[in-house]
């Protein structure tokens, strides 16, 4: 098995391609090695001394570290990575797994927004979305209130150096642009 890696806007975070599916819907995100409880794969990779993050996209896994240096921590996470596809083992657990993408959770907007709520999501889906995943990163909806849009942000994107300028220059201008009604964009 081959497990490819590439840099991220975010030193603190690694993207890992294992060269198979990671998760075949959704995407998780555990910043804890509690929360990692229902993943296998996230909390044998907790296990690794310095990692202090971990997110799975669809056919990625982004690893964020502490200050330890990547030259140290890089051979014990692919290798982590390794053993665990090749044990067939499942990157999520059975029932009560948690995924950071359960869709609605915890959405707010006024009743009368539905209709920009759902360009929002559209615009996020169709042009924020994909080119954040390929930073090892995601972008959710939050809410809307007051011209204001509140983002998710996760995997490289939590903490990362530029992603002030990615929601201000990108996802900002992207949305203002679309939707008059749109102000400004916080991440949350």
Known sequence: MFIQTEATPNPATLKFLPGKVVLGQGT???????????????????????????????????????DAEWQHLKPAILGTIMEHFMSG??????????????ADEGEFFEPGDESIVATIKELLETRVRPAVAQDGGD?????????????????????????????????????????????????V
Do not use: W
């Not at 229902?38 to 799975?56: D, H, I, N, Q, R």
């Not at 998710?152 to 994107?157: H, P, Q, V």
């Open 139 to 187: 972008i959710t909806f939050k809410g809307f209130r007051g011209g204001k849009v509140f983002l998710n942000m996760k995997g490289a994107c939590a903490g990362c150096p530029s992603s002030t300028a990615t929601l201000k220059h990108g996802v900002q201008n992207l949305l203002r642009h679309f939707i008059p009604e749109v102000q400004e964009v916080e991440a």
């Open 28 to 66: 998780a995100d555990f910043r804890s090695a509690d929360d990692a409880e229902a993943s296998p794969l996230a909390s044998a990779l907790f296990s690794v001394p310095g990692v202090t993050g971990v997110f799975f996209g669809y056919d990625f896994i982004t690893v964020t570290k502490n």
């Open 89 to 102: 083992a499942p990157v999520m657990g059975g029932a009560g797994t948690r995924q950071g993408d359960a």
